[in-house]
């Protein structure tokens, strides 16, 4: 008897399959699907380039300012953690005074350190650095006073708790006034704040836009699709075997959206790299740019996977159940 | 295998499809459905495939009341019959295996298991050295005869046609037929809604003869007159 007439299941139950028989058959549908869907995304390279272009530029542009808005706020860490105070003493403070006032600010516990420039020591400086020795010999006295610079300890150099050791060290004795040039850091760290804040925005709004747009090409797909899941509803096939190929198509959508986001950004820090590092030179400082870590391209694969599948269920949802046989 | 009892059918827009149709087809039985366009044959073939349910009465389909069927079991039902249609409904962008292969596919079936059935399944209705070819390189008969291996390829229980020889000549439709009836001799159930009166005649098997979505005749056929006599009109 041919193979074809063997193993009849008795029709007047549904055949309901084993547990290990639905496992395997399982499995082996979610394979044969799995590398299916990308065959179909093969099928017609055009359209499926562009999408993945699309859904890469969307994800790269929010990962591209996350990127720069990181690299800044670094910078401006290390500038933060460069500030010192500078207290300049009362102008009739006497040496013995001034070093009186050095021992007691070093016993602050949140000083590190603490350096004192003496009224002459300043004065040859400035005359080194002004070249104005000759003018500098007419005056009576040296108009300078002694100064103490203090380097704040590393949990103290946060602009408010900076401010907070500032008020406490005007309050010394001999300090005439003290200064702590930390204003336009807090321009600058409020700026940054903004554009953290714009970034997340604008990678919500690119991630609705993510979402629509693999909805919008799955729904597509499946109105292209539409006799094909007639007939496969007439033969048999269950909502969940014919939704299953567009799920994956829609991962495949966001996975390969996110791998070129990662080689987009990593080429626009490549880009600029040379730029900054010409930058960072006028301003005598060293910075190299972080890109992506493991951490964040795992992000930024698992968001795009996670908004691939998003965008293809919503679509799936919504229209596998409306496409039946008539 | 089937039983339709007091199965009457109204669509939406207030067409009477069926009346009060009773009949009963039993396991391994095959049987014709004859009537003129708009009698009630594809109500019937519809509601049997559950693209649709009765309006009032009771459809049984393997032993399942339709009425009481949850829309999640409707593919397990399906997959237990076979269907072939006059438009084939074939998929033309694959090839003829894949075509047949679907329903193993579907079921979750091995790659060895899918490959000798879809094999045993073309090598009977003689389409087994195309197998790589796809559909629209077939002529219509081939085509048909696609449609029938992917009908047959799972071994259903119960095989549904509807006019599977309505665009095919005389001789290719009783190739059809007897492919019919070699599969009925193996002990399938078979269920053919058709025009043809001629070949209801030849084959000589049970005939539902609807008009106006009543059962007018259910009868062994051997004399195509009592069927043209019960009919008004010509059937064509």
Redesign the interface.
Known sequence: M????????N???????SIF??F???I??HV?QIFSSLGELWRTPLASVMTIAVLGLSITLPSALYILVKNSSQVTTNWEQAGEITLYLKEQTTLKQANATVLSVRFMPEVEEVQLITAEQALTNFEAQSGLTNTLSYLDKNPLPHVLVVTPKREHLAPTAAEQLLARLNRLTHVDFGKLDIEWLKRLTAILSIASDIVWVVALLLCISVVLIIGNTIRLNILNQR??I??????????N?IRFPFLYTGIWYGLLGGLMAWFLVVFILWWIQSGIEALAELYQADIVLSGLDGTALSVILGLAVMLGLLGSYISVQKHIKEI??? | ?IKFANVSKTYSGGQVALQRVNFELK?GEMAFLTGHSGAGKSTIL?LI?L?ERPSVGEVFI???DLNQLRR??I??????IG?IFQSH???MDRTIFDNVA??L??????RKQIV??VS??L??VGLRNKQELSPKTLSGGEQQRVGIA?A??N????LLADEPTGNLDPKLSLEIFHLFEELNN??MSIFIATHDLGLIARLKHRTLTLDKGRMIEDALQDDLSSITTKLPGNVR
């Open positions: 041919s193979i074809l007439f063997q193993g009849r299941g029709a007047n139950k549904i055949r309901k399959q028989q639905r395997r058959g399982g082996t549908n044969r006799e094909e007639i007939v496969m509803k007439l033969v048999g096939a269950t909502d075997f039946e046989p008539k | 295998m396991a519809k495939s693209m393997n032993g399942h999640k079991d593919p397990y039902v399906r997959r237990d269907m409904q074939l998929l679907l329903p596919v579907i079921e979750g079936y091995t000798r059935r045993a399944a090598e009977l992917r047959i390829v071994n259903p229980p119960l193996r002990g």
